[in-house]
């Protein structure tokens, strides 16, 4: 497989601030813009492999971090102002604007809150297909009893702890991955009380509407052992997707090894990337 360089960028979020990115250019041919949505905390370096998989069957890829990580972290999260629908409305939304081009299909992988923020983007009519990974409403109850107290222990004790001390969530005290936002964390723990995510807020009612404007194709992929969002949690949170036509399905993670809830893109995941990248091109067809 040839070999793909990524491009360094840097786009500006609605409001300006600077988003770092990636750009992996398609190989050969391009058949369409994608760009890939991570999950909370997770930076862009996680999805590379991924990127360069696409890019070489044509695909021309773009990364980014949301304001607060990686690439786009300032010197110091203390004080830091942002939140998830900042990075929907304002990171995510900006980049959806610098990658469209008239004629060009642009699609979205997203990774757990990947799935959420393409509901909450003002400009998803851009976007002609979503694939996602291990999307969830994040609920304890929907867990598995381990994950469940693992989770209620992060809530209830050391995220406060956390938080108080640092002024952010310090996840890489835990060894969890990358610090977040105190926003972030905030309106996380808030949605996670509820069975159906933020659909269930009632200060969040205006999101519904929001999200019964996609009208784009979607498909929702959920490993057997993904203890953080299980295919009920998925079925949860997609529901929410009530007017787009959005496809359940769940992989037996026996048959990769092991998945769990950030198994997707690693390299022993190729088998999920082939039926991604599948289904953008029937797409592709279909729309052409």
Known sequence: ?????????????????????????????????????????????????????????GYTVTTFDYRGIGLSKPATLDGFAGDFLDWSRLDLAAVVDATAQPGVPLLLVGHSYGGHAFGLLPNHAKVDGMYVFGTGAGWHGWMPFVERMKVLFMWRIAGPLLTRKHGYLAWSRLGMGEDIPLGVYEQWRHWCRFPRYFFDDPKMAAVADGFAQVRAPIVAVNASDDTWAPPASRDAFMAGYRNAPWRAVDVDAASLGKVGHMGYFRQQAQPLWDGALAWFDSLRRETA
């Open 1 to 57: 497989m040839t070999t793909v360089t990524s491009v360094p960028l840097t786009i500006p979020a609605r409001d300006g601030y600077p988003l770092g990115a990636l750009r992996y250019p398609a190989q050969g041919v391009e058949k369409a813009r994608l760009i890939v949505a991570a999950a909370t905390g997770v930076p862009q370096g996680f999805y590379r492999r991924f990127a360069e998989y696409a890019a070489a069957h």
